[in-house]
């Protein structure tokens, strides 16, 4: 009786070790992860550069340039991504201006199609007609939403790339 109870003991132990042996790894994950159009929002509501900066840190993105221009301050930051084994760069660019009062955040990339991503987002926002300069464009098609506090542009452009055509997402949250 005394051998009976280690031998148990090791045939559960084998047999539990084979198992977690023959389970595969989850594979990585492909995803690009954007911050909502809440997050979007409030980062627009922020009028702050350096808490934006900290914000939009945590989602991997880097500072890269600042860009003082006439009445406002661009900020441009980007994050180099690997999606299905395709480098992408995305790009945001936090404006604000000079004496504080409104800030623009501006996404692009070609990682992600934000289009699908965003839309669903927006369903409380009134659908407006587009009077952007990118929605003059004949190659990008532009939705415009509207709130009470925001104006928010959502756009797909189709841009010939050297190895084929392409997609090039651009969302801008504007805080009226």
């Given at each position: 009786?005394?051998?009976?109870?280690?031998?148990?003991?090791l045939?559960?132990?084998t047999?539990?070790?084979?198992?977690?042996?023959?389970?595969?790894?989850?594979?990585?994950?492909?995803?690009?992860?954007?911050?909502?159009?809440?997050?979007?929002?409030?980062?627009?509501?922020?009028?702050?550069?350096?808490?934006?900066?900290?914000?939009?840190?945590?989602?991997?993105?880097?500072?890269?340039?600042?860009?003082?221009?006439?009445?406002?301050?661009?900020?441009?930051?980007?994050?180099?991504?690997?999606?299905?084994?395709?480098?992408?760069?995305?790009?945001?660019?936090?404006r604000?201006?000079?004496?504080?009062?409104?800030?623009?955040?501006?996404?692009?990339?070609?990682?992600?199609?934000?289009v699908s991503?965003?839309?669903?987002?927006?369903?409380?926002?009134?659908?407006?007609?587009?009077?952007t300069?990118?929605?003059?464009?004949?190659?990008?098609?532009?939705?415009?939403y509207?709130?009470?506090?925001?104006a928010?542009?959502?756009?797909?452009?189709?841009?010939?790339?050297?190895?084929?055509?392409?997609?090039?997402?651009?969302?801008?949250?504007?805080?009226k």
């Amino acid at each position: 009786m005394k051998a009976f109870l280690p031998t148990i003991c090791l045939m559960f132990l084998t047999f539990f070790t084979s198992q977690a042996q023959t389970q595969q790894p989850a594979a990585p994950a492909t995803t690009n992860p954007f911050p909502s159009i809440s997050t979007l929002t409030n980062w627009a509501s922020l009028n702050s550069q350096s808490q934006f900066d900290i914000a939009i840190r945590a989602v991997g993105f880097k500072f890269e340039v600042k860009e003082p221009g006439e009445g406002s301050t661009a900020y441009t930051y980007i994050r180099k991504v690997t999606v299905n084994e395709v480098n992408y760069t995305d790009r945001i660019v936090y404006r604000i201006a000079n004496n504080n009062s409104a800030s623009i955040i501006s996404l692009v990339t070609a990682s992600t199609d934000l289009v699908s991503l965003y839309t669903p987002q927006l369903a409380t926002f009134k659908n407006n007609n587009c009077k952007t300069e990118m929605s003059k464009d004949k190659n990008t098609t532009c939705s415009c939403y509207e709130s009470v506090n925001f104006a928010i542009d959502l756009c797909d452009e189709r841009v010939k790339l050297t190895m084929g055509d392409g997609n090039k997402y651009f969302v801008s949250v504007a805080k009226k």
